[in-house]
C-alpha cells in the first residue's frame, strides 16, 4: 500500500501564496508521475498541476504562471506552490501518485486532501 499525506493548505488572503506538500510512504519501487488535483462542493476533481519523473509538467489553464509543481524522484515527494492566489482557488487539495510497487504491480493512490481557502 501506497499512502500520500498532504500538507500545507490554509487559509490566505487574495494576492498570497501557500505550499504544499505531499509524502509518500511504503514500497514503492518507481513513480511514474505525481500530480495535485482540487475539488469544490458539487463538482469534478480536476488537474491542478502534474509532473512526470522524467521532470516533464503540465498545468491547468488558471494556474499557469501563479503555481508551480516540483518533484523529487528520490524522496518521492511532491510540492505546489501556489503564488497570486485568487478567491476561486478556493478547494479541497489532493495529491496523487501513480507507479509501480515492488513486484511491478501498480498503483494509483491518492492523499485525503488538504483544505486551501482564500478570502478576505
Known amino acids: 500500500q501506497v499512502t500520500l499525506v498532504e500538507s500545507g493548505g490554509g487559509l490566505v488572503q487574495p494576492g498570497g501564496s501557500l505550499r504544499l506538500s505531499c509524502a509518500s510512504s511504503?514500497?514503492?519501487?518507481?513513480?511514474?508521475?505525481m500530480g495535485w488535483y482540487r475539488q469544490t462542493p458539487g463538482n469534478q476533481r480536476e488537474l491542478v498541476a502534474s509532473?512526470?519523473?522524467?521532470?516533464?509538467?503540465n498545468y491547468a489553464d488558471s494556474v499557469k504562471g501563479r503555481f508551480t509543481i516540483s518533484g523529487d524522484n528520490v524522496k518521492h515527494t511532491v510540492s505546489l506552490q501556489m503564488n497570486s492566489l485568487k478567491p476561486d482557488d478556493t478547494a479541497v487539495y489532493y495529491c496523487n501518485a501513480k507507479g509501480f510497487r515492488l513486484g511491478y504491480s501498480p498503483f494509483d493512490s491518492w492523499g485525503r486532501g488538504t483544505q486551501v481557502t482564500v478570502s478576505s
Open positions: 509532473v512526470t519523473s522524467g521532470g516533464s509538467t
Open positions: 511504503g514500497v514503492i519501487f518507481s513513480i511514474n508521475s
